[in-house]
């Protein structure tokens, strides 16, 4: 396993490697939900939710759906509904055990995001999930988060990153596809075939 020769152990030493803070990019962080925050979760249709279990296991979560899935309840709490997915409840276990969540927000072709910190808790109140209903039916539950930080995110990732730019993105040749990295990693006995038939309907009881 590899070990670095040359470890960085001191914030100083870190300061002094990023250069003397910028003051607006230090009072930028607000303790709420503002009209700005609140108009760039009403365009987002994904975001990435990390969450850190007892024993400082971490988990970073995908989380997508229609553009403002996520709900502002009011200025300092955030509803986000967990439809049925691989049933793993990585998040889920992690928040009960451990509040404090991370959440990135991304709008298709804008390059910054908006961050929030919080901590955050599991509820099932028929009227909140109603209000996130899609087609008739209700989430399972939601995970509201109490809103601690709220900030805007420089676009230099996503510019380095090309994320936004076809021309860019490389080839997706040679890549595994879903339905054999599963196979491979769960050991399953079933074909690749199989696996990737009851991928394609939506069948993820076992996947």
């Known amino acids: 396993m590899y070990q670095p020769r040359m470890r960085i152990t001191d914030c100083a030493e870190v300061q002094t490697l990023l250069g003397p803070p910028m003051p607006n990019q230090v009072k930028k962080v607000i303790d709420h939900i503002d009209a700005h925050c609140k108009a760039w979760i009403a365009r987002t249709p994904f975001i990435v939710l990390a969450s850190v279990g007892a024993t400082g296991a971490m988990d970073v979560s995908p989380k997508g759906d229609q553009p403002g899935f996520v709900r502002v309840v009011d200025e300092h709490t955030l509803a986000i509904p967990d439809r049925p997915g691989n049933h793993r409840g990585d998040t889920l276990r992690n928040v009960l055990e451990n509040p ?47 809103v601690r930080e709220a900030f805007f995110h420089c676009g230099k990732s996503i510019i380095r990153s090309g994320l936004w730019e076809p021309e860019r993105w490389g080839p ?9 990295a599963l196979k491979d990693h769960a050991a399953s006995s079933d074909t690749v075939e199989a696996i990737h038939t009851r991928i394609e309907h939506n069948d993820l009881l076992l996947y």
């Open 100 to 146: 404090g969540v991370g959440i990135v927000f991304i709008v298709p072709k804008r390059r910054e995001v908006v961050r929030v910190n919080g901590t955050a808790l599991l509820a099932k109140d028929p009227d909140l999930l109603s209000q996130m209903a899609v087609d008739g039916k209700l989430p399972n539950l939601a995970i509201v988060v109490r």
């Open 172 to 180: 997706v040749d040679g890549l595994p596809s879903y339905a054999q």
